[in-house]
């Protein structure tokens, strides 16, 4: 039975290589260390994942993706500033074996900085994490706790649940800007036309 866990206790959990729901400020997603690729694994079979289906990388702020060498070209950095902390989610190009662990088989991975206090603190203490939404892909994300635990009731492989209320936010925007000219992969809470304006 998957258990209830207080912040302290996630951290470790997820420290140690389990994958956990955590509640951000979009939907409530699953969430794994980059640090444990078969938690990777793990939340990839959780959610149902094709394998060519990326997972995208939260931080907490810049620096955790500069410790990824990961280089964050002009346009990424237009965006950033305008729209983090918030749902929207950045693809560029990294590293390949940065980009193997989290199933891409482009060289390419999405980031973003999740506009929740609780989350990045998370994040402060974690490093960055796979973190996808909570639900079996293709199916509608998860928007509390209660509903998190229905989704995966008798999965073992889900370790705990923070509870954080409802969340009542639409899923992030993903805007690939590893090629040129750029692509929209899924409009969410910020809106195309609004990128438009910044990107062209």
Known sequence: MTRVLEQDEAVRVLARGGVVALPTDTVYGLAASLRHPDALATLFRLKHRPESA???????????????????????????????????????RVPGELARLVGSATDTAGFRIPDDDALREILARTGPLALSSANKHGVTPCHTMAEVLEAFVGRDELDGVVDG?????????????????????????????????ILD
Do not use: K
């Open 54 to 92: 990326a997972l995208p990388v939260l931080v907490e702020d810049f620096t955790q993706i500069e410790r990824l060498s990961v280089h964050w070209p002009e346009a990424a950095r237009r965006l950033s500033v305008v729209y983090w902390p918030g749902p929207l989610t950045i693809v560029v």
């Open 165 to 197: 209320g409802e969340r009542s936010g639409r899923v992030s925007t993903v805007v690939d800007l590893s090629q040129s000219p750029w692509r929209l992969l899924r409009e969410g809470a910020v809106a195309s036309s609004d990128l438009r304006q």
